[in-house]
């Protein structure tokens, strides 16, 4: 399985842009990258996913180097609401038959005032 | 559109007794998950079914069993609970296609004592 290494926290101001880097080194050619974001007692909500570039959608911004060996997700003037865990997840990138997708401990981002 | 349904929201059990946890999605996905979160990590998968009437093991799923006689239900059952299945239980869908993004429902509390 392709493993994703994560700051285990963070802490930001209302107003900032916060990027959180997941390190993936064994991803698999035709494996994507997912970010999901996870508030207390409720379930991952994804975030964004992307293959190789540059991503962007209405809540973040996922860039992806040429190896693809690590993504940043970019979330632009944080506000409060966007204290949470967030994932990072690799697929394991082979035909197995299931979609083994391996939730790290995240990344927990605390947003003050 | 309710997405994915679980229920009970959350449920004091005696060790030993039997428990079944009921899932069900309305956005036809191919897939369903069933992950188990503890207090303060990440999730980690019980078990999946990638198609109606098929179904695998995933990272931890001793003491855990799973059916899929549909498309829309994945209920997980406890056969004889014990005290260190108390978790937070997720259930997921997702399209099972090579983007592979799920979805995931607001979860079941689990407390066995």
């Known amino acids: 399985l392709a493993k994703t290494t994560q700051p285990i926290s963070m802490d930001s101001y209302e107003g900032q842009e916060v990027n959180i880097t997941c390190s993936h080194n064994n991803i698999a050619t035709n494996d994507y990258i997912t970010w999901y974001q996870q508030f207390p007692s409720q379930g991952p909500r994804f975030i964004i996913q992307?293959?190789?570039t540059k991503v962007t959608n209405e809540v973040a911004s996922l860039f992806i180097p040429a190896d693809r060996k690590s993504s940043t997700l970019s979330l632009p003037r944080v506000s409060l609401s966007d204290t949470a865990v967030y994932y990072c997840l690799v697929g394991d990138g082979e035909d197995t038959g299931r979609r083994a997708l391996t939730f790290g401990s995240g990344t927990r981002l605390q947003v003050q005032p | 559109i309710a997405g994915i349904t679980q229920a009970p929201t959350s449920q004091i059990l005696a060790a030993g007794r039997r428990m079944t946890l009921r899932c069900t999605q309305d956005?036809?996905?191919?897939?369903m998950y069933w992950y188990r979160q503890d207090l303060g990590l990440g999730l980690r998968l019980i078990h999946y079914s990638n198609t109606a009437g098929t179904t695998g093991k995933g990272e931890v799923p001793d003491g855990y069993s799973v059916s899929r006689a549909n498309t829309d239900d994945f209920p997980l059952t406890l056969a004889s609970a014990v005290p260190s299945q108390t978790s937070v239980y997720f259930c997921a869908s997702s399209t099972a296609d090579s983007t592979d993004t799920q979805y995931f429902g607001p979860g079941t509390r689990l407390t066995v004592l």
């Open positions: 956005m036809r996905h191919n897939a």
């Open positions: 992307g293959y190789k």
